[in-house]
């Protein structure tokens, strides 16, 4: 008995043991994001598009904001009561209006950081005076409930007051850290508190109709270090699944599901729903995760992520493919031109996947970021900076055309935040290493230790795959130089096997270290070198760019028989203002060849593709159908509908399926 004991007792210690090694483990993998506030963007890719929205994203949001809609009058309006005692007055607009003013200011705060322009400063200024006149003495900030009564507020979970709040939030914390003024900060924090007193009572339940709030309430978390704000991140997340909805928001719904409340967000397994809450609740998950370190959240992430990566995400990192629900249906069900793949979700794909490669320092997230960023997010936005997309469909028959607002605006600011934002999701730091997670030409300091360790990035990404990095640390220091291998350089365009490359490119990657090749390890999907550093050190990776076509699996129906383009991390579109007006009469030919060419789209340099293929066209006499040789101009998918309304496919025909017949 007693030797059964001892080894019952030396079984326990080591699997105390190992699950004590397992967390430090877990501890030591995570890093940090270098913040945008250190990054300073060259890149001749990304840095004109940081100025246009600096200039035309942001004037065109500034107009729609204060002139044409009431949404900054509502603010007025609501000084205006509180100052006079007035009765209730009129509200312009939509219950989450506000929502937008603070986007926007989220992303006048990015833009002052890469763009400054005092006029904008002022501008922000000026609202963020009108946003704290508006708030009321217990903290609560929302023009919708003040101007139309007050006793309705926090009765309807469906009214996004909560998102609102989570909006002003962001906000607040990123004109913090650009501009150092703690105003709106001060007005954030006191709403944050307002709600916190409010709601996280014993037997006071509530569920967040548009989830929001939990991500910046973690954004809030970090840069005040109090530690209410990630318990009250924790107790939304909490909230769910508990039936606590029923009769609110499910009524208005029909379905839980459609906003995540079906089950508990820790036993969640699959995606339901609309896309965008889902978005903002993952993230807002991963950030609580990587806080507290609870491996429910993670596990439930890990599972959903799968769920979406693997059956539901469409080649351009769009996701939610019904305008219906705004979001998902079944498995597989990835239709082209009725794909709504709302700007926004997008967006968020881009923030739960930032979130998930910090949480777990797997490079794989950051493969879904990329190409959410590089094709599903930045097609929302024109390249004259002041058109949009609400919705992002693979093919189009030359009905679909970019908007100047919309009256649910959400997308235009998110975009544009998005982009002003890029230097927040390029570096990672921890004490033991540096991360390079996307190829954007810029320069930051990162402080390993004592040590202030300045490096450069240069690259001509995503047109070259030339990545060169140096360093120039003040003296000697020791640390793990971590730079993703993209999985598309490796035949792998998207984790999971939802989509395949047809061939097989067998590319060795060259790393080189002042000129000479380095030993280097793979580790999570990073090159890793690991050494003691010098000023002048120089780390030269050499990415393939070849024109890849690219497959689905068979359960997507409406890509069987049909490839797409891609090349490096951009997928490509065959458009009808290259190719005669026409994108539905092409066929891919079991022996299509294919050649890169510089080309302009507006003011826009890109690298088309120049493919051999075949069109299908009525013979001479118009009595036949025949097909013949053409070469066909595809470009990247970000940039079309931008020379007016235009017929485009992303998946082009290898075979003949149907002959529609048209005067």
């Known amino acids: 008995m007693i030797c059964i004991k001892r080894e019952l007792t030396l079984s326990l210690a080591l699997l105390i043991s190992a699950a004590i090694a397992t967390h430090a483990q877990l501890l030591v993998q995570r890093f940090e994001p270098v913040g945008f506030a250190q990054v300073n963007i060259t890149d001749q890719f990304w840095k004109p598009k940081l100025d246009k929205v600096a200039t035309a994203t942001l004037r065109a949001c500034i107009v729609q904001t204060e002139e044409k809609t009431g949404r900054i009058r509502n603010f007025e309006k609501v000084a205006r009561k509180q100052n006079e005692k007035l009765g209730d007055i009129q509200h312009e607009g939509i219950y989450y209006d506000d929502s937008d003013v603070y986007k926007a200011i989220e992303a006048m705060a990015y833009s002052l950081k890469n763009h400054p322009d005092a006029a904008v400063q002022q501008k922000a200024d000026e609202w963020i005076d009108k946003i704290a006149a508006a708030q009321l003495p217990d903290g609560y900030l929302n023009t919708y409930y003040t101007l139309t009564g007050l006793d309705k507020r926090w009765t309807d979970m469906e009214k996004h007051e909560d998102y609102c709040a989570g909006h002003l939030i962001e906000a607040a914390v990123a004109y913090y850290n650009t501009t150092g003024k703690r105003k709106l900060l001060d007005v954030a924090i006191r709403f944050a508190n307002h709600i916190d007193s409010t709601f996280r009572l014993k037997n006071r339940p509530w569920v967040s109709g548009h989830q929001e709030i939990e991500l910046a309430l973690m954004r809030l978390y970090h840069v005040t270090h109090q530690d209410r704000y990630l318990k009250l991140a924790d107790w939304y997340l909490d909230q769910r699944g508990h039936g606590f909805g029923k009769g609110v928001i499910w009524d208005q719904w029909k379905n839980p599901k459609y906003c995540q409340d079906d089950v508990p967000v820790k036993q969640q397994k699959e995606i339901t729903g609309h896309a965008v809450r889902a978005m903002y609740q993952y993230t807002g998950a991963a950030d609580v995760a990587a806080a507290t370190n609870d491996p429910g959240y993670l596990t439930a992430m890990t599972t959903v992520w799968e769920d979406v990566v693997y059956r539901n995400m469409y080649l351009t990192g769009g996701i939610g493919s019904s305008g219906r629900n705004e979001g998902f249906t079944e498995d597989y069900d990835l239709p082209n031109e009725s794909a709504y793949?709302?700007?926004?979700?997008?967006?968020?794909?881009?923030?739960?996947?930032?979130?998930?490669?910090?949480?777990?320092?797997?490079?794989?997230?950051?493969?879904?970021?990329?190409?959410?960023?590089?094709?599903?997010?930045?097609?929302?936005?024109?390249?004259?900076?002041?058109?949009?997309?609400?919705?992002?469909?693979?093919?189009?028959?030359?009905?679909?055309?970019?908007?100047?607002?919309?009256?649910?605006?959400?997308?235009?600011?998110?975009?544009?935040?998005?982009?002003?934002?890029?230097?927040?999701?390029?570096?990672?730091?921890?004490?033991?290493?540096?991360?390079?997670?996307?190829?954007?030409?810029?320069?930051?300091?990162?402080?390993?230790?004592?040590?202030?360790?300045?490096?450069?990035?240069?690259?001509?990404?995503?047109?070259?795959?030339?990545?060169?990095?140096?360093?120039?640390?003040?003296?000697?220091?020791?640390?793990?130089?971590?730079?993703?291998?993209?999985?598309?350089?490796?035949?792998?365009?998207?984790?999971?096997?939802?989509?395949?490359?047809?061939?097989?490119?067998?590319?060795?990657?060259?790393?080189?270290?002042?000129?000479?090749p380095v030993a280097y390890r793979q580790e999570k999907g990073y090159l890793v070198i690991d050494r003691t550093w010098q000023k002048g050190d120089v780390v030269e990776v050499a990415l393939p760019m070849d024109v890849r076509q690219?497959?689905?699996?068979?359960?997507?129906?409406?890509?069987?028989?049909?490839?797409?383009?891609?090349?490096?991390?951009?997928?490509?579109?065959?458009?009808?203002?290259?190719?005669?007006?026409?994108?539905?009469?092409?066929?891919?030919?079991?022996?299509?060849?294919?050649?890169?060419?510089?080309?302009?789209?507006?003011?826009?340099?890109?690298?088309?593709?120049?493919?051999?293929?075949?069109?299908?066209?009525?013979?001479?006499?118009?009595?036949?159908?025949?097909?013949?040789?053409?070469?066909?101009?595809?470009i990247p998918y970000y940039a079309w509908a931008n020379r007016g309304k235009s017929p485009m496919q992303v998946w082009l025909p290898s075979r003949v399926k149907e002959v529609k017949i048209t005067d």
Request: net charge positive; aromatic share 8%.
């Open 341 to 516: 793949c709302e700007t926004c979700a997008s967006v968020g794909m881009v923030f739960w996947n930032q979130r998930m490669n910090l949480l777990t320092g797997e490079s794989k997230y950051i493969d879904v970021l990329e190409r959410s960023l590089y094709n599903g997010a930045l097609d929302g936005l024109s390249l004259s900076g002041d058109r949009f997309f609400y919705g992002n469909p693979l093919s189009s028959s030359g009905n679909y055309g970019r908007s100047e607002w919309f009256g649910t605006a959400c997308c235009p600011s998110n975009i544009a935040r998005l982009v002003a934002s890029l230097g927040d999701y390029i570096y990672g730091r921890s004490e033991q290493g540096i991360w390079v997670n996307l190829f954007v030409a810029s320069n930051t300091t990162v402080t390993i230790g004592k040590t202030s360790i300045p490096l450069q990035l240069d690259t001509n990404y995503p047109w070259q795959g030339a990545v060169k990095i140096t360093v120039n640390p003040a003296k000697k220091v020791a640390y793990a130089l971590h730079v993703r291998l993209p999985g598309w350089a490796e035949n792998v365009p998207a984790p999971g096997k939802l989509y395949q490359f047809t061939d097989s490119v067998k590319t060795a990657i060259n790393v080189l270290l002042n000129g000479k």
């Open 550 to 634: 690219v497959t689905s699996r068979a359960d997507v129906k409406a890509n069987q028989n049909r490839v797409a383009l891609q090349r490096g991390p951009l997928v490509y579109c065959v458009e009808g203002a290259d190719n005669g007006g026409r994108a539905w009469n092409i066929l891919v030919p079991a022996k299509a060849t294919f050649a890169t060419k510089p080309h302009q789209i507006l003011d826009e340099p890109v690298i088309a593709i120049q493919a051999n293929l075949s069109v299908v066209e009525a013979s001479p006499d118009g009595l036949a159908v025949q097909t013949s040789p053409r070469t066909i101009t595809a």
